[in-house]
C-alpha cells in the first residue's frame, strides 16, 4: 500500500528540515491519544540512526524497531521498519523549496500487512483513517510549531521539573525551536541533557545557570493526588516554596545570571471565584492554595533582587490524555459513567497542553514580559458544560452526576478547594499582548488531543 501526505509550510525548506532533525521532533508529532514509550534511541535521522519504541493499541503493545537511510542533508531521511506490526515499513521524509520562505513538506509510506490481500482487504481502510487521523496531527503541530517559531533562537534553558507532564513537552517545543534544553533532576543524571541537582545545596547550581538564556521551574508534587493531612500540605509547600528558594539562591551565587526566571505558579491564588470573572488584577483568595501560591510567587519574586525578570505562570487545568485531570476522567467516561460534579455550574479555567507550553515559550521569548500571567483558555466553561464536551468528543453519554457529599467525605479539604472550587479566569495579559490560542474552544481541544476531529485526507493513493 503507498500512500502520499503533504502540506505548504510558510518557512524555508532549510528551517523545516533543521526542525526535523532537533531533539523533541518526535515527541511532538507523537499523537497524545497513543501511549507511546521510548527505549532506545540513538544517531538522530542520519544514516544508521536508530528507533526502538513500543505503542500500545488499547492493552497490546506493538514493538517497532527502526533504522534510518538514505539520508539527503537538508532534502530527505528515511525510516525502514527492522522490526514493526506490518510486513514491511518504509517511510520517506523529504522537503521541496516553494521559493525563499515556503516549502512543501511531503510523507511517503510504501507499506504492507502480514497475510497478504485478505489482511490487506479486512485492515487497509482501518489502516489509512488512522494514518489520516495521524499526519492531521502531525502537519497541525509542524505548520503551528514552525510558523510560531521565532526567526533566530540561540541559548541554553535550564529545566526544572522536566520530567513532568508539561516540562516534558515543553522541553520538546523548546528542543525543535533551537534551544539548548538542559533538565535539573534530583535524582543522579542518567543523560548528556540532564544535570542532578540538591535543593539543599543551591551552590551547585552555579556552572549550570551561568550564562543561561533562562530558568524555567516547573517542579512541584501533585496537589490532588490525594487527601490533605498535616504532612501532604507540609510536602506540598515545600515542594514549591522551598525549592523555588534554592532555585534564587543559585541565582544570586551565579556570576552570568539568565535573563528570566518563570517560575510555575497556579489560579489557586485567586481562590473560589463567585463574583464574575477574574484576571491577573484579582486579589488573592482565602484558603490554602491561595496562601501557598501566593507564598510561592513571593520566593520567585526574589529573583528581581539579582537583577533577573521574573514571570509567573498562574495555570489552570491543564488539559492532556497523557496525564492530569483528564486522563483520570477518560476511563470513566469511556464507559459511559461520566457527567458533571453535582450540579455542574462550578467553573472550570482550563487549557490545552499544547496552548500552555506555546504561552510558556513566548513569554520566554519576550524580553517585556514580566509579573504574573494567567495560563488559561479565553472560555472557561461550567462543570456541566465540560463534562458534555467530553462525552461528545468520546461519543459517550454524560450524564451521570458524581456526588458532591462523596467527594467531601474521600477528599475532606482537599475537594473543597480543587474539584468542588469554581473558578472563572481570563487570560487578559495574553490575549491582551497578541498571544493566539491553537484551541480556544473546549471542544476543538478536546477531539484534537482525542484523535476525534473529523480529518479531511490529504494523500494520494
Known sequence: MKLTYRIRLERSAAEAFAWHERPGAFERFAPPWVRTEVLHRSGGIRNGGRLEMVQFLGPLPLRWEIEHVDFIPGRQFCDVARRSPFRRWRHVHRVEPLGAQACEWIDELDFSFWGGRLAHGLLGGTTRSELDRLFAYRYARLKADLEAMPRAVTGRVVLAGASGLVGSALAALLSTRGYDVLRLVRRPAHASDERSWDPQRPETLGDELSGAAALISLGGA???????SRERKAELRSSRVDGTRALVEGLRRTPRPPAVFLSASAIGIYGTTTNGFVDETGARGEGFLADLTDEWEREAARAEEVG??????????????????????LPVFRFGLGGPIGLGKRGMSWISLEDEIAAIASLLSRPDARGAYNLVAPNPVSGAEFARELGRALRRPAVMPVPVPALRAAFGEMATETVLASQWVKPTRLLNEGFVFQHPSLGDAL??????NKVISQIDS
Request: proline share 3%.
Open 222 to 228: 501533585g496537589i490532588a493526588d490525594r487527601r490533605w
Open 308 to 329: 533577573v525578570r521574573s514571570v509567573f505562570l498562574r495555570t489552570g487545568i491543564v488539559l492532556s490524555p497523557r496525564g492530569g485531570a483528564l486522563a483520570r476522567m
Open 447 to 452: 477531539r484534537d488531543m482525542l484523535g476525534t
